[in-house]
């Protein structure tokens, strides 16, 4: 199976900051990678999708990169709503395993 | 609009069974894949089984192969997952979600617990 590693873990930035988020896959994976947003009591949210595309009626401070094992999910500009937890999914092959969450705080 | 509205959830201790269902409404059901996904209180998100648009492609995460079996009714819009032989880190809130690859509609979700 394919692991998915999201790292930091969790963040804490000021409104306004630049958030990156990395998600690396064991094994190429091509651009068949998903983020999603999950605010607290909530259902999960799809954000981007193949890698780098934004979902409809996304913000477009949310953006996606990378190909293959190495991916970034970056938040240009903090707001106060982004505050969730965020997850990779790789759906490249069965089964799509979801990296382990970056929760990002407000500072 | 797309809905989909899971039932089925409940206690059961170890050992026991449970069916999940799916209710779809508001899209052509049978012409996508499903999903069922879950997620542990307090815990990440883990794909769980999903299941091609006429029922002939079926696949699971290990953890629950020859345990969970995943079916749909098209003529009823409806999603299942049959649970046995459940065991405590079954416990979670399971969704249901529309789609192959990236999952852009999901249930509300219903909460499974798995305790003696």
């Known amino acids: 199976d394919i692991q998915m590693t999201q790292s930091p873990s969790s963040l804490s930035a000021s409104v306004g900051d630049r958030v990156t988020i990395t998600c690396r896959a064991s094994q190429g994976i091509s651009n068949f990678l998903a983020w999603y947003q999950q605010k607290p009591g909530k259902v999960p949210k799809l954000l981007i999708y193949a890698a780098s595309t934004l979902q409809s009626g996304v913000p477009s401070r949310f953006s996606g990169s990378g190909s293959g094992t190495d991916f970034t999910l970056t938040i240009s500009s903090l707001q106060p709503e982004d505050v969730a937890t965020y997850y990779c999914q790789n759906y490249n092959s069965a089964p799509w395993t979801f990296g382990q969450g970056t929760k990002v705080e407000a500072k | 609009e797309v809905q989909l509205v899971e039932s089925g959830g409940g206690l059961d201790q170890p050992g026991g069974s449970l069916r999940l269902s799916c209710a779809a409404s508001g899209f052509s059901f049978s012409n996508y894949w499903m999903n069922w996904v879950r997620q542990a209180p307090g815990k990440g998100l883990e794909w769980v089984a999903n299941i091609n648009e006429d029922g002939s492609e079926k696949y699971y995460v290990d953890s629950v192969k020859g345990r969970f079996t995943i079916s749909r009714d098209n003529a009823k819009n409806s999603l299942y997952l049959q649970m046995n032989s459940l065991r405590a880190e079954d416990t979670a809130v399971y969704y249901c979600?529309?789609?192959?690859?990236?999952?852009?509609?999901w249930g509300q979700g219903t909460l499974v617990t798995v305790s003696s």
């Open positions: 979600a529309r789609g192959w690859g990236y999952l852009l509609y």
